[in-house]
T-cell receptor, first 113, second 117 residues
Framework: DGGITQSPKYLFRKEGQNVTLSCEQN?????MYWYRQDPGQGLRLIYYSQIVNDFQKGDIAEGYSVSREKKESFPLTVTSAQKNPTAFYLC????????????FGQGTRLTVV | AQSVAQPEDQVNVAEGNPLTVKCTYS??????LFWYVQYPNRGLQFLLKYITGDNLVKGSYGFEAEFNKSQTSFHLKKPSALVSDSALYFCAVRLRERYSSASKIIFGSGTRLSIRP
């Protein structure tokens, strides 16, 4: 099956701990994205990457970090510096080009207690 | 700042009636516009896009969208709503980074569509 896989679906962490969310795609897409979704606020861009070993900050990058060591993988680490990490996190990928749509994973719901 | 806006948090329509979900944009240059749908606790699914050409774009599940350059709008429409259309709908725009070929996608705040039987 081709697509984007996010794991785990649900994640619980204690406050002050770093946590890494996984995102893998087998669509051979160059670009990958991480979004955060909170109720009533839509999707906000955290980080995005167009090619391996390169990524850019989105609108709300503070308290997050990413890596892009392989084309297929774009893990997101939520650090203890993120003030309000409880949210629904969505990963997406797309081919390069302005006319291309993004394909989304099923999301990871992170709850920090 | 370049952006996309959805002015309605919620739209309520009776089954069988036409529906419209509004979207306006503010972009320098030609806009690349998209509509997505999200069902509870799921990722987003692509519905349709406007790149260039005809102002009326047809997409999945009977949805269509009308691009209006003078009003900077890209409203989502369907002639006859179904209860199963009830979901969260997002308008999005792809923005090119300055001085590079990179681009990102930004989303509106979403509109919850509720279709009553």
């Amino acid at each position: 099956d081709g697509g984007i896989t996010q794991s785990p679906k649900y994640l619980f962490r204690k406050e002050g701990q770093n946590v890494t969310l996984s995102c893998e795609q087998n669509l051979n897409h160059d670009a990958m994205y991480w979004y955060r979704q909170d109720p009533g606020q839509g999707l906000r861009l955290i980080y995005y990457s167009q090619i391996v070993n390169d990524f850019q900050k989105g609108d709300i990058a503070e308290g997050y970090s990413v890596s892009r060591e392989k084309k297929e993988s774009f893990p997101l680490t939520v650090t203890s510096a993120q003030k309000n990490p409880t949210a629904f996190y969505l990963c997406a990928s797309s081919p390069m080009g302005m006319n291309t749509e993004a394909f989304f994973g099923q999301g990871t719901r992170l709850t920090v207690v | 700042a370049q952006s996309v806006a959805q002015p309605e948090d919620q739209v309520n329509v009776a089954e069988g009636n036409p529906l419209t979900v509004k979207c306006t944009y503010s972009v320098s240059g030609n806009p690349y516009l998209f509509w997505y749908v999200q069902y509870p606790n799921r990722g987003l699914q692509f519905l349709l896009k406007y790149i260039t050409g005809d102002n009326l774009v047809k997409g999945s599940y009977g949805f269509e969208a009308e691009f209006n350059k003078s009003q900077t709008s890209f409203h989502l429409k369907k002639p006859s709503a179904l209860v199963s259309d009830s979901a969260l709908y997002f308008c999005a725009v792809r923005l090119r980074e300055r001085y590079s070929s990179a681009s990102k996608i930004i989303f509106g705040s979403g509109t919850r569509l509720s279709i009553r039987p």
